[in-house]
């Protein structure tokens, strides 16, 4: 293996996916990160940190993508230590009215590209430092929300995912966990009307939403600092689902 820490952040164009990104390069490691639409942002970055950020295609909804998504990093860096999977289709829609084929569309981009990106990168974490893999979860799919069958069904199956993983990789070493924020302030929620905003507010023991800056933290804690964390979920949801 050569040189720093490898962090691969899939949706590192924006959001919660660039905090994350840019926590782990302000400790040290070398990221690359994925984007779909958002090339340019990612390149913005790397243009910052000339040679420790990699900005790398993905969509979501082309899994068979995967196995070159960890090609190119490990071609690039020779090793990959931490896999956050961070980005996610979200597309709401009451049951009654979705259509069914857009409905699993949903359910598919999230939970196949995790799939595939895991298996793809498993023969690098087995060899990494510490090596763990965080799901980007969400308090939404254990506790539901009207319009977001589709999304909350893909966010619960991670939590199963994570904890058969982490059963299947701890032998190796390999660390699997998932983080399961509540309302942030990110794009994804920037459509929510006030009303509705000022209610999630109040149900939420915290009494606001939360900062990327904060999710961001507490995936850096389960990706490099919690050791001795595997098949955990973290709620970082102010108490939303208490
Ligand atoms: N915001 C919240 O309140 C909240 C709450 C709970 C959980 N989460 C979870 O936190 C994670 C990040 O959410 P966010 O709020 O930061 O979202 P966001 O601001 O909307 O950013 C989404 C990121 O995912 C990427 N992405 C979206 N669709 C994609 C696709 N089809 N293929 C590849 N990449 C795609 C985007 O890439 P481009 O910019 O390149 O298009 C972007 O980097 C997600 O897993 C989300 O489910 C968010």
Redesign the pocket.
């Known amino acids: 293996m050569t040189g720093e820490r490898v962090a691969l952040v899939?949706?590192?164009?924006?959001?919660?996916?660039?905090?994350i990104a840019q926590q782990l390069l302000d400790r040290g490691l070398r990221v690359a990160g994925?984007?779909?639409?958002?090339?340019e942002?990612?390149e913005k970055l790397a243009a910052v940190h000339p040679d420790r950020v990699l900005p790398v295609p993905?969509?979501?909804?082309a899994p068979e993508g995967a196995g070159a998504v960890i090609e190119q990093v490990t071609g690039q860096w020779g090793r990959l230590d931490t896999l956050v999977?961070?980005?996610?289709?979200?597309q709401g829609g009451k049951l009654a009215k979705i259509d069914l084929d857009d409905w699993w569309q949903v359910v598919e981009?999230?939970l196949r590209?995790t799939a595939a990106l895991v298996q793809a990168a498993i023969p690098w974490l087995t060899q990494g430092a510490t090596p763990g893999v965080v799901l980007?979860?969400?308090?939404?799919g254990s506790v539901g929300f009207p319009g977001d069958t589709a999304?909350a069904s893909a966010?619960a199956a991670a939590v199963g995912f994570a904890r058969s993983l982490a059963k299947e990789l701890a032998p190796k070493g390999v660390r699997v966990n998932v983080l399961?924020?509540?309302?942030?302030?990110?794009?994804?929620?920037s459509a929510i009307p006030d009303v509705a905003r000022a209610r999630i507010a109040d149900a939420t023991l915290l009494g606001r939403?939360?900062t990327?800056e904060e999710?961001a933290r507490a995936a850096v804690f389960l990706a490099e600092d919690a050791t001795f964390c595997t098949g955990a979920v973290l709620a970082a949801?102010g108490g939303w689902t208490l």
Not at 85 to 90: D, F, G, K, T
Not at 180 to 189: I, L, R
Request: hydrophobic letters at 45%.
């Open positions: 899939t949706g590192a164009s924006r959001g919660i996916g660039a905090g994925t984007y779909r639409t958002g090339g942002l990612v993905f969509d979501l909804a999977l961070n980005a996610a289709v979200w981009a999230n590209s980007v979860g969400s308090a939404v999304y966010k399961a924020p509540g309302f942030v302030d990110t794009d994804m929620t939403f939360g990327v999710i949801d």
